[in-house]
């Protein structure tokens, strides 16, 4: 089984819907987790409509620290995903077992002003775009992990363009 993180500065939105997508898709294969350099302490509730639009479970999600993961007592991580640039571009701690680290830049959509309904749209196409990067991961196996090419294939993903089909 791979442990994968996806770390964004605040933890309540886009690692949030990455962990849930992971969790969701990658069965037994994968272990999926969530933290943040800044945690907000709450997950953005818009974050979980979203979930509850896409079928996917709303409970056992947390606002937490990175901090958890960088002690002796917290898994032995694969991989960790940056999915904002603010957490790319900031210091991370020392992860136990040196996890392979991307970045898969995704545009906040809880910084996005509006009634509901735009938030909604925001949130579904962060969802969206994380969900399309999420596939082509699971597509690439596990060979990835030990492959020379490795890391530049999961960094490869983050530069999919994902512009939503017209049908989307």
């Given at each position: ?8 500065t ?9 962990e849930?997508i ?8 994968f272990e999926?987790y ?8 709450t ?8 979930l509850a ?7 056992g999600?947390r ?7 960088a002690?002796?007592?917290?898994p ?5 995903v940056?999915v ?17 680290t991307?970045?898969w ?11 509901e309904?735009?938030r909604a749209?925001?949130?579904?196409l ?6 399309k ?27 999919l363009?994902?512009?939503p089909?017209?049908?989307?």
């Open positions: 089984m791979r442990r994968v993180m996806f770390v964004c605040a933890n309540s939105a886009r690692s949030v819907l990455a849930a992971l969790r969701h898709r990658g069965g037994r294969r999926a969530s933290s943040g350099s800044s945690p907000r302490g997950v953005n509730p818009d974050a979980l409509l979203c639009r896409h079928g996917l479970p709303t409970t999600y606002s937490k620290s990175w901090d958890e993961f002690s002796e007592k917290a032995v991580l694969d991989l960790v940056t904002c640039d603010s957490a790319a571009g900031e210091s991370c701690p020392v992860w136990l077992g040196h996890p392979m991307v970045h830049g995704i545009p906040d959509p809880a910084s996005v002003d509006g009634d309904a735009v749209a925001a949130f579904d962060a969802f969206l775009r994380l969900s990067r999420i596939s082509a991961f699971l597509d690439e196996g596990d060979d990835v992990f030990d492959a020379p090419d490795g890391r530049d294939r999961l960094n490869a993903i983050g530069k363009d994902l512009q089909e017209p049908s989307e």
